[in-house]
Structure formats: C-alpha cells, structure tokens
C-alpha cells in the first residue's frame, strides 16, 4: 500500500481518491477549505494554504507520503525539489509540476526550446508593456495570468481600450503570487482538442482517443470522445505532445491541449494531472478512465493499451449564485434517460458558474447514427435540466 498526499482536492481529485481506494492505496487529500470533494472520499485530509512553503513542510512531515500528487496550480511548487530529494516521488516530477503551473515556462520550453508550433506570444508586467506587446503582437489577441485554472483571468481582447479591463481581469483571476501576463496572438482555429498522454517509467507513452471540447470564458463546458480529426493532425499532435513530456520527465496522465486549423496543429497548454475536459472518459468511453491511467502510471502497474470502447460526452452542471449546502433539482430527468448518468462532485458552497457536477452521456446501440458532437448536445440539454438550490449569501467570495 503507497500513501499518496493529494494537492487539491475537487472533483479531479475526488475521482483519482476512488482509483486509489479501489487498488488499495492510502490518501491524505489536502486543500484550502474543509470538506472539499476528495476529502470526502480519502483516508485523511488536511486544510492548509498550498501557497505558503512552511504549511506544505509541515504536512509533508507530518504525513511522509510515498507519493505528492498535485491537482491544482496554486501550489508552492518549488518545494517539491526538496521533497524530491527526500525520496518522495513528485506526480509526475518536481520538473513538470514547476514548469506546467507557470504558462511563462511551458511555453518557453515548448516554443523556443523544442521548435513546438504554437500562436504568436509575449509576456508583460505591467500595463505599459501589455499595450507594447498587443501592438506588436496585434488584434485580436488573448490575454492570460500566467498561474491560473478554469479560464479565470482570461480575455480576449479585440481593440487597444479594452487592455486595461483584461489586465485588470488577469490581475484578478491570477492563482498564486505572479502578476505576469501572457498575450497570445488570435487563432483562427476549426477546433480545439485535449489530447490525453500517458507517459510510462517502464513502458511506452500512450495516446486516448482525442477529446473534442467548448470552453465559454477559457472554461470548459462539454467534451465529446472521440473527436473527429484527420489523421495527419493526429499524428502532430501525438509527436508535439510525446516531445513536451518527455523533456518533463515523469510518469502520469497529462491533459494536452491543441487547436486544430486543417492540418495545422498549434501547441496550446498543458497539464500534468487529470483535465476537466477528460471527466468525458468517466462515460466509460476507454478501458481504463484518466483518472485509472494516472493512478497506474504513478504506482508502475503497466498500461499495455487505450481502447476505444465508445462514444461519449460530457456536460458541466453549474451553480448560478454564492450560497451553502447545495441541493439538487431535477436528477429523476437523467436516471430516466438510457446511457446517461449524473455526478455530484460534492462542493460544500456555490457561486456563479461553479461546477457543482458532470453529466455522461455514452452512445445507445438503438441509435447508431448518433456521434460523439450529437452526444455532446444531449448531454448539455440533459445538464439544462439539472437545478442547484443553495443558501443564499449575496456577499460571500
């Protein structure tokens, strides 16, 4: 039995603690509030503030964990060098984890020092040289903090009066301490993809059946798998994503993300852990969900192969104002419904657009017809019927 001390406990997490618990592993799910959704499922856990050094010491002490598995970015990352030198196994490395929580880095090694194609980009520190970059780099253009999750702090800028709104926006939506920004000049994409990778320490790197995804405001919405592409783009893909990780080192599943214009293939971002868009293969799409893959490449168990069982989708349930103890509406609408079903994630308070759960949708035999962008549509219209009741608190963050 591995004691794994999880770092970010939502609903990604919540769903690796299940993978863990059914080989039988032992986890300390940590995060900054109470009873948040892996807690509920883990053996222990533990309320700190990931971003002070000294708080993470201590639960690392405290807990000695075989394994530090992150599942958020607001993480004093740089610790886990030394944790690395302890013994401990950083998920999927101290490298990667550093690298992946800060756009500034990833993109550095992907464009400049591995030729990995990607949009036109910048960085700025202030809103001077934000404006300086954007006329360089032109409009439209798109605007991230440099350390951010779930779209937050994202805008896409289409004239030089609206600069000061997306720094300020950034500014706001920043995780961690980095003021930063980064300006990426506009794709004109056909579609976007998350290319889930499993890289193996005694095996090859894998490659799931890529997901097609919405975002609205940089957050996701809905994904489809498999998402229809060609098989040259794929193939790019593929080699874009195996280069990136394999210059991180480590093993685990990682969320890729591309967008797809023809054949072009455009490196987008990357994250060293389960992705939202990846809660698609909880609709038994694959062999072995994301969260399966993680948890085995972590513990060494061998993956030989990905397979397509499926296509499925999955649809975001949001809440629409702050409040506690939610309830839910509308749950009868889904179970009735064949090859859907519902997870609640569990979150102890709500606020405007926060996931609160995840409806699946997999393919019926009786409709053959249908593909992974119909079921996409089903699962948003089966989401739409989904009511979050909670508490109301008008001035609550």
């Known amino acids: 039995m591995a004691k794994i001390l999880l770092l970010g406990s939502g609903e990604l997490g919540k769903e690796f603690v299940i993978a863990a618990q059914r080989l039988g592993q032992y986890v300390i799910a940590a995060d900054s509030y109470p009873n948040a959704p892996a807690m509920l499922v883990a053996n222990e856990s533990a309320v700190l503030d990931m971003l002070d050094g000294k708080a993470l010491d201590a639960v690392v002490k405290t807990h000695r964990p075989d394994y530090i598995v992150p599942e958020i970015e607001a993480i004093r990352t740089e610790r886990f060098y030394d944790y690395e030198a302890q013994g401990i ?62 779209g937050k702090g994202q805008s896409t800028v289409s004239e030089f009066g609206e600069l ?102 455009y490196f987008s971002e990357l994250s060293p852990r389960p992705h939202d868009t990846g809660m698609v293969t909880l609709a038994h799409t694959q062999n072995l969900n ?66 609160m759960g995840v409806i699946l949708v997999s393919e019926s035999r009786s409709k053959p017809q249908e593909n992974a962008l119909d079921l996409a549509k089903r699962a948003q219209e089966l989401a739409s019927h989904i009511t979050v009741y909670s508490e109301s608190h008008p001035d609550k963050n």
């Open 290 to 355: 994301e969260f399966e893959l993680h948890l085995r490449a972590i513990l060494g168990l061998p993956v030989n192969e990905i397979v397509l069982k499926s296509a499925g989708a999955s649809a975001a349930i949001l809440a629409d104002k702050n409040g506690d103890h939610p309830r839910y509406g509308g749950l009868e609408k889904i179970t009735a419904v064949p090859n859907a079903d519902v997870r609640i994630f569990g979150k102890p308070t709500t606020r405007p657009n926060r996931r």
């Open 89 to 150: 196994t950083v998920v999927p490395s101290a490298k990667a984890a550093n690298y992946t929580m800060n756009r500034k880095a990833i993109r550095d090694l992907a464009a400049q020092d591995l030729g990995v194609k990607t949009a036109p980009f910048a960085y700025a520190d202030s809103l001077k040289s934000l404006e300086t970059a954007a006329k360089e780099i032109g409009f439209p253009c798109v605007i991230k903090p440099l350390m951010s999750s779930s």
């Open 164 to 265: 000061e709104s997306a720094w300020n926006d950034a500014q706001d939506g920043s995780r961690g301490d980095l003021k930063e920004v980064i300006i990426e000049g506009f794709i004109d994409f056909d579609y976007e993809i998350t290319l889930l990778t499993l890289t193996q320490n005694n095996g090859v790197t894998l490659f799931c059946p890529p997901i097609g995804h919405r975002q609205e405001g940089g957050d996701y919405r809905e994904s489809w798998q498999p998402m229809p592409m060609n098989q040259a783009a794929l193939e790019k893909a593929q080699d874009m994503a195996a280069k990136v990780t394999s210059a991180l080192g480590g093993a685990g599943i990682w969320g890729v993300e591309f967008f797809i214009s023809g054949d072009l293939v």
